[in-house]
C-alpha cells in the first residue's frame, strides 16, 4: 500500500475514498478537509472567537490540534460530569484535555458539575426521575446548557463540537428510524444563532472516527481512550456497529447516508417546523436568563430545583 500522493508507504487506506496516504500526506489531507468543511458552510472566520467543546478523547483534541494549526482564535470549555468509575472517567479526561492546552498554551476553561450545583452527572442520573437509567438525557441537557451560557457569557462568537461523521450518521438512522421529523428538519452542521442561542457548528461532519483516531494518534496526542461508562448500552452504539458492518461490505455507506440527506434538506425535504414553537422559545428562563420553551424555568433550572 503506497500512499497516492508520493509513492512512499502509506500509513492510512481510506476505502471510503479510495486513497491511500502516508504520514505527512494524510495529516495534510485531514487539515484541507476541514478547512474545507469550514468554508463549505462559512461556519467562521479567523476574525472570530470560537469555543470548543473538549471531552479529552480523540475527536475533540484532534479537531481543537487542526483548528490551532490552522490559526482559528480557539478557546476549551471542558465539562468535568463527576463520573467517577473504576477508570475515574472524568479526571482522567479533564488530565488529558488540561496537558494538550498546557502544550500548545491554549485557553481551557474548566467547569465542574459537582462543584458548581453539588451534583455529579451519577449523582443526578440515580435522584431525578428525569435521568432514572438515562445519565445521557440529563447528561445532554446540563451540556446544552453550559456550552451555552459559557460561549455568551465569555463573548465567543461560535460554539464548536467535535461531532464526526459516524456520530452523524448514528443519530440521522434513529430520527429516521422515528420519523422525527422537527429533528430531521435542524441535523446540518451548522445551526445559526437564534433566540439567546449561540451558533452551533461541526467541522468534523464528514470525518470518520477513523480518520480522527489516525489524526490523534500521528500528532502523538495524548487523549483519553475509554470511553464514558454510560455508553455502552446505548442505540447509538448499536447503529454505529451496524454502520460500521455496513462500511466493511459498502465502503462509504455512512458519508452516502448524511451527505444525500443533507442534499435533500437543501431541496426543502424536511421543512423547518421550529417556526411554529418560535413565540414559545423566545421566552427567557426566569432565573437564569436563558431561552426556553416553558414558561418560568428551564429545564436546567427545573432540573436542580
Ligand atoms: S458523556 Fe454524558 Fe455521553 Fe456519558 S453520560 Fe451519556 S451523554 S455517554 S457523549
Ligand atoms: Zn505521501
Ligand atoms: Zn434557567
Known amino acids: 500500500m503506497r500512499c ?28 484541507r478537509q476541514i478547512e474545507n468543511s469550514v468554508e463549505n458552510y462559512k461556519m ?21 490540534d487542526i483548528l490551532w494549526r490552522l490559526e482559528y482564535k480557539v478557546d476549551g470549555l471542558y465539562i468535568n460530569l463527576g463520573i467517577d468509575n473504576e477508570n475515574n472517567y472524568s479526571n482522567q479526561s479533564q488530565q488529558r484535555a488540561q496537558e ?9 476553561t474548566i467547569f465542574n458539575l459537582k462543584n458548581e450545583t453539588g451534583h455529579s452527572i451519577t449523582d ?59 429533528f ?5 452542521p451548522y445551526l445559526p444563532a437564534k433566540h439567546g442561542l449561540v451558533r452551533k ?9 477513523r480518520e480522527s483516531a489516525a489524526y490523534a494518534i500521528l500528532r502523538n496526542i495524548n487523549y483519553i481512550d475509554d470511553e464514558c461508562p454510560f455508553s455502552k448500552n446505548s442505540k447509538q ?18 458519508l452516502r447516508f448524511y451527505i444525500n440527506y443533507l442534499q435533500a434538506l437543501d431541496h426543502g425535504a424536511f421543512p423547518d417546523r421550529q417556526q411554529d414553537n418560535e413565540i414559545l422559545i423566545n421566552q427567557q ?6 431561552p426556553t420553551i416553558s414558561e418560568g424555568l428551564c429545564s436546567y433550572c427545573r432540573l436542580f430545583k
Request: contains cysteine; hydrophobic residues 35%.
Open 100 to 108: 494538550f492546552a498546557e502544550l500548545r498554551n491554549l485557553n481551557l
Open 124 to 182: 443526578l442520573a440515580s435522584e431525578n426521575y428525569r435521568g432514572q437509567k438515562k445519565p445521557c438525557s440529563v447528561c445532554g441537557l446540563v451540556k446544552r446548557h453550559v456550552m451555552n451560557r459559557y460561549a455568551i457569557d465569555k463573548g465567543h462568537d461560535v460554539l464548536v463540537t467535535a461531532h464526526n461523521l459516524d456520530d452523524e450518521a448514528a443519530i440521522l438512522l434513529s430520527n429516521t428510524l422515528n420519523w422525527s421529523l422537527s
Open 237 to 254: 452504539l448499536i447503529f454505529k456497529e451496524n454502520f460500521n458492518e455496513w462500511e466493511e461490505s459498502m465502503p462509504g455507506t455512512k
Open 201 to 209: 457548528v461541526k467541522p468534523f461532519y464528514k470525518t470518520y472516527e
Open 44 to 64: 467562521f472566520s479567523k476574525n472570530e472567537r470560537l469555543l470548543l467543546a473538549v471531552s479529552g478523547g480523540k475527536d475533540s483534541l484532534a479537531l481543537w
Open 4 to 31: 497516492r500522493k508520493c509513492g512512499v508507504k502509506a500509513v492510512i487506506n481510506m476505502q471510503q475514498h479510495r486513497l491511500s496516504l502516508c504520514r505527512e500526506h494524510f495529516l495534510d489531507w485531514m487539515m
Open 285 to 290: 428562563c426566569q432565573s437564569c436568563g436563558q
Open 184 to 188: 430531521l428538519s435542524r441535523g446540518q
